[in-house]
């Protein structure tokens, strides 16, 4: 199972990669391994307001409705609109084209409470 080792990990499965002030999100390979097919995404538009911990958006799989946690505060700058019409590209490549939001932060101290990938890998039995 692939953990890239230059992320931050959330419990919820949710995935940060920083730079600078922005921060990438996405969802783990696990995650996506146990939603199965996605085939439908919903993330928030430019411009809106997100908090850690609060849900931003949903995944639809075959299986299941998931909610999306914001592992950072901020506003989002960026959307993967690729994702409305090819939704099976967070289940391809969930660190890459599957990314779904770019959030500049407002809070980075906000990263010291996501876990390191070797959390992640033991809390997860990765």
């Not at 075959?62 to 700058?77: D, F, I, N, Q, R």
């Not at 876990?115 to 997860?124: D, L, N």
Request: hydrophobic share 35%; charged share 25%; proline share 6%.
């Amino acid at each position: 199972m692939n953990v890239p080792a230059n992320r931050k990990y959330s419990e919820e499965h949710e995935w940060v990669k920083v730079e600078g002030q922005l921060a990438t999100v996405g969802i783990t390979e696990f995650a996506q391994g146990e939603l199965g097919d996605i085939v439908f995404v919903e993330l928030p538009k430019v411009g809106d307001v997100v908090r850690s911990g609060d849900p931003f958006g949903s995944v639809e799989s075959v299986k299941t409705v998931s909610e999306l946690y914001a592992p950072v505060s901020g506003k989002v700058v960026q959307v993967n609109e690729a994702l409305n019409d090819a939704p099976e590209r967070i289940n391809e490549a969930p660190y890459e084209g599957g990314w779904m939001i770019v959030v500049e932060m407002t809070d980075p101290s906000e990263l010291d409470k996501l876990w390191t990938p070797e959390k992640y890998v033991e809390t997860y039995g990765i």
